[in-house]
């Protein structure tokens, strides 16, 4: 059953919206927060657990120390202040996919609190969000739904896998976030990219959406225009790619804005997002009185941190993603509409190490924003994972320079190398597809092409330089596009006896 | 009380440790001994279709492993006679309280909740025991997941106290104290988590030690309240208690809250304790707060007389104050209580345990887990479920949790003070001797306050031990003596407790335990008496 919902505009024209984010984010740590057991993704079922995955008597957890290093990290990329002092809770609640039947995570004190992330729009507006904190936690396992619709209303019984149950999670919580209006929407996608970029440029995520390395939780309530009273919020769960978040965001909006139209209030819950139908529906009532029964974990001693170690950490840290951008923008010399291109396709680092493979960086970009884009977007993956290198830009472009190959010939090379070929030359040498350089054989095919089209020859003679295309054309033609289209038209000009 | 002095079974562990070395019997003779006492003394069971109604006789054991501790008995034996060098304690068999997980045997932490459970691993205690090269004689009864302090919340019926059959061995560890006095093993390994060890130890005549939290790896001992569990040895002597310490203690990287220290040495403290003018220079300490009223007469009778040994072999006694004791039993019961609630989840039918199906209607995850519960925990545990429960629960957390740890600290304080004062302290172990099966049952405020000397120490991570002081005059029934030291100075408790052992042991003329009545004549005539 759909909800009513107000179209964006009317919505926005009555209401701003308030927004805050919670995002999980699981660490790429070889082991599992509390235990021995390894952190891998796609394994079969209930193969990566120990004793302590599956809470059995007993058994008793003890702290990844690498998780701690990358929180730390990251509440420091975060601008946050950083502990000397935090402690593990025990957040308690009876779900199978829970073995212990509560979560180990932090309350009161997690590792790092008041930071900010700047993030920029599409169009380039910058807004600062606040970080309220950063906490460690355990992921849950994965519960499947067997009969019915998949879900756990009507399904016939649940499967558990515990693989994922104790994989190192850092969860972002961040302050309310007014005053986006109508980018709301938005800022809600580039909140999620921005923290998804941050954790993938320190290295301690896979930071895959597909997979669930990076989750978003996205609250959202409306105030009445101008006005400072916090509406009731809904948060909607694991909206799981940044399109969503951006959908999600929208959706929520139009209902509470046609909820609230209607006299009527809000319920606070969680709703969950269905990319299907681009809907929420609604999921349990939440409400602040949730009782998790909070307590110390008493099985787990203090995480303390000392200033030594918190320097050195912050001493390893990448240069940060905004700084980053502004020096290769600089260094580039791209404009700032060409480098937002680059950002938003996804393939700055690679130019930038196209760049340090040898490039020029006009011709990094001619690649990776042209035919390399163009083949990715046909094959509906990242441009990064086409399985172009740096490498076959510098050489592919180093074989144009050559006048082995030109332009049309090198896209088609490109295709064979990401089709796994080998590298261009090798492509080149297997397919014969050097251009003709042998100027006999190039003599002869534009002899062939004059005599052939006697009417255009005359045209050329007579001045009209521009019709020697035709002539081009028809020797690319016979010499199938391996000809040198430069050298061949000097030919003709030479052979008309006419000035360039 | 002749069958009771058969050669093999009466021996310390250190006594039996010293038989095997000089080749004076096999560890598969003396492992033999100990399985043919506990099928003479644990009786039959009451109803063969009904487990929790418990045996005729001292129902000490849940599980006994004769045919693996026999073989490894034998491998001790082969690697003797090989000439290969093995650990002081090899040979030696031992009871493992039925809360520390084994393989190859079940462990249920007496509860039907887990009845017929296998361990997939070993205790980290375990895995030390085996490598000393112990065998394990079996698992022992206890209080349901070790809540209670008579084993009368055993879901498989309650252990008997060996001196009288109708009075409790104390709890939760009365099996493994039950099992030591009644020479049904040398050693045996419990838990104390308010008293656990030392109050049946009390209760039993046997000895008892609760070493600093953190001494001993609690990695597989199936938590009932984390921040005040600790394992620890259950023996005839002060000495084996030292010598078992020294096998289970140590850091273990898999327990976080574990003391990155070596264990000991306590054995050469034990020694030294007891030799000629061993306690000259020792301070002690009576805790003031822990005798007078409320405590039985006869406790404090043989109390009194002990502080005189002690006193006599050179010790000097004070009397202290510890003022936050009063509100300790208080504390201990939320903190307990609320550690317990959260413990207790992961019992829920879902992976591991007994799966109870809801009556009638839906078949839910949450009526399946709700079923296993009221199926499976027993009404002590879910006593304490429910007031942990509501303890840690929004809007009561700051009253009641968060008030409990405010008087740990004080507590702790207290200790602190105390120790800046004296060496060790000393109070009686518990405020009674043996009572009656049933008598408390019915009244869980007067059995927790059985506990009420034990729990101070729990909850300041100190460690203590429980000495038999002889029996009260009244009733004839074991007493013991309780002496606390500061964290990390265990060693100071096997000095002391040596000291005053050997002081009783001469006026004696041997252990106490030497006066028990013959168990197999007191099993035949509560079996005639009841038949009749």
């Known amino acids: ?500 | 009380m002749t069958t009771n002095q058969n050669a093999l079974i009466t021996l310390s562990a250190s006594e039996a440790a010293e038989g095997l070395r000089n080749g004076d019997f096999t560890s598969e003779q003396l492992t033999q001994a100990h399985l043919d006492r506990i099928e003479t003394t644990e009786g039959t069971a009451v109803d063969a279709e009904d487990r929790s109604l418990g045996k005729t006789g001292l129902n000490a054991f849940l599980h006994v492993n004769a045919e693996q501790a026999l073989d490894d008995a034998r491998q001790v034996d082969a690697d003797r006679a090989a000439g290969k060098q093995l650990p002081p304690l090899a040979g030696v068999p031992i009871a493992v309280k039925d809360l520390i997980v084994t393989t190859g045997q079940p462990t249920t932490a007496a509860s039907r909740m887990l009845e017929g459970w296998m361990s997939p691993y070993d205790a980290t205690v375990v895995q030390k025991i085996r490598e000393a090269r112990l065998p394990i004689l079996g698992k022992t009864n206890l209080d349901e997941f070790a809540m209670g302090s008579s084993t009368e919340h055993s879901a498989f019926g309650c252990t008997r106290n060996p001196w009288d059959l109708d009075r409790i061995p104390g709890g939760s560890g009365g099996g493994s104290a039950a099992a030591v006095s009644a020479f049904q093993a040398p050693l045996a390994l419990g838990t104390d988590t308010g008293g656990s060890i030392r109050q049946p130890a009390s209760v039993t005549g046997s000895v008892g030690v609760k070493p600093t939290y953190g001494s001993v790896s609690r990695y597989g001992v199936i938590a009932m309240a984390s921040s005040l569990d600790q394992v620890g040895p259950v023996t005839r002597t002060v000495r084996d208690a030292a010598a078992l310490h020294e096998v289970i203690g140590g850091y273990d990287a898999r327990d976080s809250t574990s003391i990155n220290e070596p264990a000991g040495p306590y054995l050469a403290e034990a020694e030294k304790g007891a030799t000629e003018g061993g306690l000259k220079g020792l301070k002690i300490g009576v805790v003031k707060e822990l005798t007078g009223d409320g405590f039985q007469s006869g406790v404090s009778q043989r109390f009194q007389e002990s502080l005189e040994l002690l006193r006599a072999a050179g010790a000097e006694i004070v009397e202290v104050s510890t003022p936050h004791f009063d509100h300790a039993l208080g504390a201990y019961y939320l903190i307990m209580a609320s550690e317990v609630s959260s413990n207790l989840a992961k019992y829920d039918g879902v992976r591991f345990g007994l799966r109870k199906l809801p009556e009638e209607g839906p078949v839910t995850i949450e009526r399946v887990m709700s079923a296993t519960r009221a199926a499976g925990f027993g009404p002590e545990a879910k006593r304490r479920i429910i007031l942990g429960t509501y303890a840690l629960s929004a809007g009561y957390y700051d009253a009641y949790y968060g008030s409990a740890q405010k008087v740990r600290t004080l507590v702790q304080r207290d200790f602190t003070n105390a120790f800046e004062q004296v060496d060790v302290l000393v109070s009686p172990t518990s405020p009674t001797t043996a009572f009656k099966l049933g008598e408390k049952t019915d009244d869980p405020v007067s059995m927790y306050l059985n506990d009420i000397a034990t729990i101070p120490t729990n909850l300041a991570g100190v460690p203590a031990i429980s000495v038999p002081a002889g029996l009260a005059p009244e009733n004839g029934l074991p007493v013991g003596v309780q002496f606390m030291a500061p964290v990390k100075e265990d060693a100071r408790l096997y000095r002391v407790g040596a000291g005053l052992e050997a002081a009783l042991q001469q006026q004696w003329g041997g252990g106490l335990l030497d006066q028990l009545p013959d168990t197999e004549s007191l099993i035949a005539a509560r079996t005639q008496g009841s038949a009749k």
């Open chain 1, 1 to 500: 059953m759909s909800d009513e919902i107000l179209s964006f505009d009317e919505a926005m024209a009555k209401y701003d919206p308030v927004l805050g984010f919670e995002v999980h984010v699981e660490l790429n740590t070889k082991t599992k927060m509390f235990d021995d057991a390894p952190n891998a993704f796609g394994d079969e079922p209930n193969t990566n657990i120990t004793p302590v995955s599956l809470g059995l008597p007993g058994v008793l957890p003890k702290v990844n120390g690498t998780a701690v290093e990358s929180a730390i990290k990251l509440g420091l990329a975060l601008g946050c202040d950083i502990a000397p002092v935090s402690h593990f809770a025990r957040k308690n609640y009876f779900y199978p996919d829970t073995p212990k039947n509560f979560q180990t995570s932090q309350y009161d004190e997690p590792i790092a609190e008041n930071g900010s992330v700047d993030i920029e729009l599409e169009d380039g507006t910058q807004f600062t969000v606040e970080i309220e904190r950063a906490h460690m936690e355990e992921d849950a396992g994965k519960l499947s739904h067997k009969g019915g619709a998949g879900r756990i209303q009507g399904a016939e019984y649940s499967l558990v896998d515990y693989n994922r149950s104790g994989v190192p999670l850092i969860e972002i919580v961040t302050r309310p976030i007014r005053g986006a209006g109508e980018r709301a929407p938005e800022l809600a996608k580039a909140y999620v990219k921005a923290i998804r970029e941050i954790v993938k440029n320190l290295g301690i995520s896979d930071a895959r959406m597909e997979r669930g390395n990076v989750r978003c939780d996205a609250n959202v309530s409306l105030s009445p225009k101008g006005s400072e009273t916090l509406g009731t919020r809904t948060e909607t769960k694991n909206v799981n790619s940044m399109r969503a978040v951006e959908r999600a965001v929208r959706y929520e909006i139009c209902r509470h804005a046609a909820v609230l139209d209607a006299g009527e209030q809000i319920v606070q819950e969680t709703r969950h997002w269905h990319e299907d139908t681009r809907e929420t529906t609604s999921g349990r009532p939440k409400s602040d009185a949730d009782d998790y029964r909070y307590f110390p974990e008493p099985d787990l001693v203090p995480v303390v941190t000392n200033a030594e170690w918190i320097e050195r950490l912050r001493a390893e840290l990448p240069e940060p993603p905004a700084e980053r951008r502004r020096r290769l923008q600089a260094d580039w010399g791209y404009s700032d509409e060409e480098f937002r291109d680059v950002v938003n396709a996804g393939v700055m680092t690679e130019i930038e190490e196209t760049i340090a493979a040898g490039a020029s960086a006009s011709v990094a970009r001619k690649w990776w924003m042209g035919e390399i884009s163009r083949l990715a977007k046909v094959r509906e993956i990242d441009p990064g994972d086409l399985g172009a290198s740096p490498e076959t830009v510098v050489e592919l472009d180093g074989l144009i320079q050559e006048g082995k190959i030109n332009d049309k010939i090198a896209r088609q090379v490109l295709e064979h190398v990401v089709d796994g070929e080998g590298t261009p030359g090798e492509v080149v040498e297997k397919r014969g597809l050097a251009v003709v350089s042998d100027e006999g054989e190039l003599s002869s095919a534009v002899d062939d092409a004059l005599a052939s089209m006697p009417d255009v020859a005359e045209k050329i003679r007579g001045g009209k330089v521009q019709a020697a295309g035709a002539v081009v054309g028809q020797v690319m033609k016979a010499t199938r596009g391996q000809a040198d289209a430069a050298r061949v038209r000097e030919l003709i000009l030479e052979k008309l006896g006419v000035e360039g």
